[in-house]
T-cell receptor, first 117, second 112 residues
Framework: AQKVTQAQTEISVVEKEDVTLDCVYETRDTTYYLFWYKQPPSGELVFLIRRNSFDEQNEISGRYSWNFQKSTSSFNFTITASQVVDSAVYFCALSEVTDTGRRALTFGSGTRLQVQP | DGGITQSPKYLFRKEGQNVTLSCEQNLNHDAMYWYRQDPGQGLRLIYYSQIVNDFQKGDIAEGYSVSREKKESFPLTVTSAQKNPTAFYLC???????????FGPGTRLLVL
């Protein structure tokens, strides 16, 4: 089973619309970390946020907000008033301790967001 | 400016050839990582190193090799044993294992 599921392969919105990117994860760890990264067309992954499993407070940073709910194993990302510059692929990732004892980062397959002017 | 650099941006490999991708960081991070990204997919871990002179296989290490002789550098060699090397390769580093990883700009490898 996938450990990080981003069910939305591609989303297209018109500028100024709000958009939510879904992320559902699976882990047996009690201590884990969740991340969101942005990959613009240039290819480099840009770190957006890190959340640890003990902190369920929602976070807001400008037009970005994140909703972490342990009860549903979800860590959703909302962009308010989207802009063309938000067009990118967004990855959700989970950091947990694996069976071999190492802490690994597992990525979802990504959601491509296209913001039309 | 602190950051991670990868070179070259594009790399072409001929059949049977080994090629080496460079990754350098000046963030004073202990841990470094190599990922492979195929079109429309997420990243998969090839190798990682938590400290100089030590490295571990990731999920898809076959056909690849690495070295970590300096804290700043973590080169990846794609050997001729890697039968499907065409992909986008991303290098990352973090303060230590498990902490936030920061990524370089990537190298796109193509087979001639």
């Amino acid at each position: 089973a996938q450990k990080v599921t981003q069910a939305q392969t591609e989303i297209s919105v018109v500028e100024k619309e709000d958009v939510t990117l879904d992320c559902v994860y699976e882990t047996r760890d009690t201590t884990y970390y969740l991340f969101w990264y942005k990959q613009p067309p240039s290819g480099e992954l840009v770190f957006l946020i890190r959340r640890n499993s003990f902190d369920e407070q929602n976070e807001i940073s400008g037009r970005y907000s994140w909703n972490f709910q342990k009860s549903t194993s979800s860590f959703n990302f909302t962009i308010t008033a989207s802009q063309v510059v938000d067009s990118a692929v967004y990855f959700c990732a989970l950091s947990e301790v694996t069976d071999t004892g190492r802490r690994a980062l597992t990525f979802g397959s990504g959601t491509r967001l296209q913001v039309q002017p | 400016d602190g950051g991670i650099t990868q070179s070259p941006k594009y790399l072409f490999r001929k059949e049977g050839q080994n090629v080496t991708l460079s990754c350098e960081q000046n963030l004073n991070h202990d841990a470094m990582y190599w990922y492979r990204q195929d079109p429309g997919q997420g990243l998969r871990l090839i190798y990682y190193s938590q400290i100089v002179n030590d490295f571990q296989k990731g999920d898809i290490a076959e056909g690849y090799s690495v070295s970590r002789e300096k804290k700043e550098s973590f080169p990846l060699t794609v050997t001729s044993a890697q039968k499907n090397p065409t992909a986008f390769y991303l290098c990352a580093s973090s303060i230590s294992g498990g902490q936030t990883q920061y990524f370089g700009p990537g190298t796109r490898l193509l087979v001639l």
